[in-house]
């Protein structure tokens, strides 16, 4: 098994191998390009951001600049919005369902590193899936962190740290992140706290 291979299966892998540095390479030169297009031209911005991930749905909105590792592992629905700076550390799979929005500052992480400084210098590090499910909305400068899925319809409250999986319809914040409360049907007629809708289209 090679160290790609390794890799993609969330065993413990050394990204110093060609073939890996060769993806990574490729992958960041795709990344440079689309975070140096220009702001208003949206259909070279969605080319090359569709050259750069495995899969984007329709109808989607990244704000350069935008960072991840190899692009090639993630996976993305409909209706996806991320705000500026997003990072998605994918080396492994990133898997985000549709009508998905991430803040300023969100950052995946699916890589991670031994606990103990001997096994850190040996050079090996690991990779763990994150998976969102649909209609979530994830605040800014939130991390997550490997091996979490977040439930569809849920809410992460800014500046939180997803250490743990938080289940579908619910409100989660902090460091570590923990549910707050459920989302019920209640909540659909506010658009800001106790702030009730003047519109009848939503």
């Not at 065993?11 to 220009?38: D, G, M």
Request: aromatic fraction near 10%; charged fraction near 20%; include cysteine.
């Amino acid at each position: 098994m090679d160290q790609r291979a390794r890799m993609l299966a969330g065993l413990p892998y050394r990204c110093t191998e060609s073939s890996l540095r060769e993806a990574y390479f490729a992958n960041r030169r795709r990344v440079f390009a689309f975070n140096h297009c220009p702001p208003d031209d949206l259909q070279e911005q969605e080319r090359l951001f569709r050259a750069i991930v495995g899969q984007v749905g329709d109808d989607f909105c990244v704000q350069a600049p935008f960072q991840c590792d190899y692009g090639s592992n993630i996976r993305i629905g409909d209706h996806f919005l991320a705000n500026y700076n997003c990072v998605i550390l994918d080396v492994a799979p990133v898997t985000i369902g549709s009508y998905v929005l991430l803040g300023p500052n969100v950052a995946i992480y699916t890589a991670g590193h031994p606990v103990h400084p001997l096994s850190r210098r040996s050079g090996y590090e690991y990779g763990k899936p994150v998976t969102i499910g649909d209609d979530v909305w994830v605040g800014g400068n939130t991390v997550i962190l490997p091996g979490v899925t977040i439930g569809s319809g849920s809410v992460i409250g800014a500046g939180s740290v997803v250490t743990r999986d938080i289940p579908p319809l619910s409100v989660a914040a902090g460091n570590p992140c923990r549910v707050q409360r459920k989302i019920t049907d209640e909540d659909r007629k506010y658009f800001f706290r106790h702030e009730v809708f003047d519109v009848d289209d939503y």
